[in-house]
């Protein structure tokens, strides 16, 4: 957690919240909670993520898998899910993550 609240340059309390409303999502594997730093861009949460965490969530996905997922190569995307967000595709990746529940 201190590392986002320095990432995010936002309070600790913000960062929980964030995190609540999905607009953050981590995980516990390695001990410690963790926060893929490519979910931060330019000191913010990446926007396109909130709507998709919701969608992988509502398929049934624990953070783990959802975090697994967008960061693996999706072959139906040609690319990581994560990538396409980044790139500006959300509608397509949200698209083949209703798919799967």
Do not use: C, N
Request: glycine share 8%; no cysteine.
């Amino acid at each position: 957690m201190p590392d986002l609240v320095e990432a995010l340059d936002v309070p600790l309390g913000r960062v929980r919240r964030l995190i609540d409303e999905h607009y953050l999502v981590g995980s516990r594997r390695t001990g410690v909670f963790a926060v893929p730093a490519i979910f931060i861009v330019d000191g913010h949460p990446l926007s396109s993520l909130r709507g998709t965490v919701i969608a992988l969530q509502d398929a049934g996905f624990s953070d783990d898998e959802l975090i697994d997922w967008l960061l693996e190569e999706e072959e139906t995307l040609g690319r990581s899910p994560i990538e396409a967000l980044l790139a500006g595709h959300k509608s397509e990746v949200r698209r083949i993550a209703r798919t799967l529940a």
